[in-house]
């Protein structure tokens, strides 16, 4: 199919072709300042013409082991022409204005890809992709071991033609249409992950950090969280939380917002050292150490609303719900971490696996997990459709294992890999379901396949759920079974009051009978999907 143009030669040869030029961070830096908008923080803000990741028109290509399951027949049509497309795009590659930027994903001694971006600057203003990219990334260091990737942009390719073509195997992908930087740091991640797996390793959609806590017996406890989640879940709010942990000798550390490679050990691999948080409705009160990270002067802005004058709304979302900004880790001082790295669990009291989804019905605000109930909340990646992602959806349920839109290969491989690791260590990895939406809610379908609210949600709150981080990492939670999914749910929360989210005093019998049942059935079928799932991990979710 792609035997016109090895893909994997021609990123290796462009290069040094004498249409591109090199930029190093700095230099990328100044060329993209003269575009952005100064704000009041001294930081600048640049806006896009696409404002989301293209996964509708993403195509994986190559072997059986790497190619998607189901297309759309947009992206059949897509890979139907990848031969032709290729040709042109090499075509234009080696006439176009390119410049390049090297980074490296990763500081250990193991497993560090190093990746290359290509970007088409025709419309100069694009510099701001490898200038914000490369902010999130470390230096270029080859002598780490690691694998190369190269990612290629044509942002002026047709609007119509728009395509994100990847090639897993080769480590490269190619981005037609779009001048998101997202598509460069997920583009980069996904092909990262992918190699992660070849060597054993998994990569996962997860931020980590590292708690201390005293325990009831005044003992100090150090725990590792890895906390998977969706765009728009809270992953990144609790990643960058401390949770009030102010008792003597207590800290928090954060050390990874976005992907880690999960090894076997318990220990995860950090990829990044700037962070692409999304800054939708940023608050100082409830995201305190997040705010004072975004407001510092080195922070890049992506599609955030910045007025004329240069003061910054991000309650603002008229022009998107997706504003972005590049932070860098240094500033969580004195809760940064310093390391991207979770040591393994032998050097820990504990690794929490914490799975946070965002329903609004009758799922529990806490869940503590088994090992097969914990593997099938990761293969479940369960959430729910927002306003901003598809209206017309909004508040239907959406699925993805792992939460992880960026998984190339057998996705059940990954959830049988999490379960093995439950399994191996036992009671040092502990599972967990943390709900931030919230209970109540009763929607009504529309006649047009739409749906209304007919009753709010009653939602928790950010202090109430790290009131529920903190009470766990204490060990301050009485956990009794609950009588809907066999999971258990705590008695009470120190902080919280969890009782006004107990499903009996928001719906009679016959409701939660009728969600619950809706719920399970969802949940059946879905893992159904997954053939070579471990029985035990599609049990969890059986009546």
């Known amino acids: 199919m792609t035997d016109r143009v090895d893909v994997g030669e021609f990123a290796r040869q462009l290069y040094h072709h004498r249409n591109v030029t090199y930029l190093s961070a700095s230099q990328a830096r100044e060329m993209a300042r003269p ?13 896009s013409n696409v404002r989301n990741r293209s996964a509708g028109l993403t195509v994986y290509i190559g072997s059986e082991k790497v190619r998607q399951s189901s297309l759309t027949p947009r992206q059949q049509a897509i890979l139907d022409s990848v031969s032709d497309t290729l040709v042109k795009v090499r075509r234009y590659l080696e006439r176009a204005p390119i410049v ?5 994903m990763g500081d250990n001694s193991i497993f ?7 970007v088409s600057t025709y419309a100069k203003d694009t510099v701001r992709i490898p200038y914000m990219w490369g902010e999130t990334l470390l230096d270029y260091r080859p002598q780490l071991a690691g694998p190369e990737l190269a990612l290629l942009y044509v942002p002026e390719w047709p609007e119509r033609e728009r395509q994100i073509l990847v090639f897993p195997e080769e480590g490269v992908t190619f981005v037609l249409g779009s001048d998101y930087v997202g598509e460069a740091k997920k583009g980069f991640l996904r092909m990262g ?3 992660a797996k070849q060597e054993g390793m998994l990569g996962v959609h997860a931020g980590s950090k590292i708690v201390e806590a005293r325990a009831p017996e005044g003992k100090l406890r150090r725990y590792g969280m890895l906390l998977f989640g969706l765009s728009a879940t809270g992953k990144t709010t609790h990643s960058c939380h ?3 942990l102010e008792d003597e000798g207590e800290s928090m550390e954060v050390v990874q917002d976005d992907v880690c490679f999960l090894r076997d050990d318990g220990s995860a691999l950090g990829t990044e050292r700037g962070f692409y948080l999304k800054t939708e409705g940023l608050d100082a009160h409830s995201q305190p150490l997040l705010y004072h990270t975004a407001i510092q002067a080195d922070t890049v802005f992506e599609n955030v609303m910045v007025d004329a004058e240069g003061h910054v709304d991000f309650q603002d979302e008229t022009i998107t719900s997706n504003g972005r900004g590049v932070v860098q880790m240094a500033h969580f001082a004195p809760h940064a971490a310093d390391t991207i790295n979770l040591p393994p669990v032998s050097e820990l009291d504990g690794l929490l696996l914490i799975f946070i989804t ?3 019905t009758v799922v529990p605000v806490v869940s503590k997990l088994n090992a097969q ?6 293969m479940l990646g369960e959430s729910i459709e927002s306003s901003a992602g598809d209206p017309r959806r909004a508040g239907d349920s959406v699925r993805v294992v792992g939460t992880n839109p960026f998984i190339v290969g057998d996705q059940a491989d990954e959830g049988n890999w999490i379960y093995d690791l439950l399994q191996t260590h036992g009671d040092r990895v502990q599972g967990y379901l943390l709900n931030t939406g919230g209970v109540g809610e009763i929607r009504e379908k529309l006649p047009d396949g739409t749906s209304r609210v007919r009753r709010e949600v009653t939602r928790i709150q950010i202090p109430e759920t790290s009131a529920l981080f903190r009470a766990i990492v204490r060990g301050q939670v009485d956990w009794i079974d609950e009588p809907y999914f066999g999971t ?4 009470r929360i120190e902080g919280a009051d969890i009782q006004r989210f107990d499903i009996g005093s928001h719906y009679s019998q016959q409701e939660i009978d009728e969600y619950v049942g809706a719920l399970k059935r969802e949940r059946r079928e879905y893992l159904d999907r997954f053939p070579t799932l471990n029985p035990a991990v599609a049990r969890a979710v059986a009546d």
Request: charged share 15%; net charge positive; glycine share 6%.
């Open 35 to 47: 575009f952005g908008q100064l704000t009041e923080f001294g930081n600048l803000n640049f806006h």
């Open 100 to 104: 390049c930027t090297r980074r490296t």
């Open 112 to 118: 560090n890809p190093h990746c290359t971006v290509f």
């Open 193 to 195: 992950m992918w190699f």
């Open 242 to 244: 401390t949770h009030g």
């Open 358 to 360: 965002r329903r609004n």
């Open 373 to 378: 109930e914990a593997a099938a909340a990761f």
């Open 488 to 491: 258990q749910v705590p008695t």
